[in-house]
């Protein structure tokens, strides 16, 4: 999974679409996982990065980790094509 190509972000948080026009804010943790989504990074590498750079523990995260991500596909920003295995 990863944030659409065409999705611009700002340092400061702030993410516009330019398909549909549409702008959102997002806080630093955000920031943070939207960068590790660019990365393509997994979400097991995500976690292990969120965890330790801020004062979170580990179910808290999780929670607002799935939270979050269901947001950005509510609002059609990631490329979530699933990958199968043979």
Same mark, same amino acid.
């Given at each position: 999974?990863?944030? &659409? ?8 948080? +702030? +993410? ?5 026009g ?10 943070e *996982? *939207?960068?590790?989504? &660019?990365?393509?990074?997994s ?7 969120i965890?330790g ?6 179910a ?5 980790? !799935?939270?979050?991500i269901? *947001? +950005?596909?509510? !609002?059609?920003? +990631?490329?979530? !094509? ?5």
């Open positions: 999974m990863k944030l &659409r190509k065409n999705v611009a972000v700002s340092e400061a948080g +702030l +993410l516009f679409n330019p398909v549909t549409e702008s959102y804010s997002v806080n630093p943790i955000g920031v *996982i *939207i960068n590790l989504l &660019r990365e393509e990074k979400p097991e590498d995500i976690s292990k990065f965890l750079k801020f004062a979170t523990d580990k808290t995260f999780e929670k607002d980790y !799935h939270d979050f269901g *947001i +950005l596909e509510h !609002h059609n920003l +990631l490329d979530s !094509h699933e990958e199968t295995k043979a």
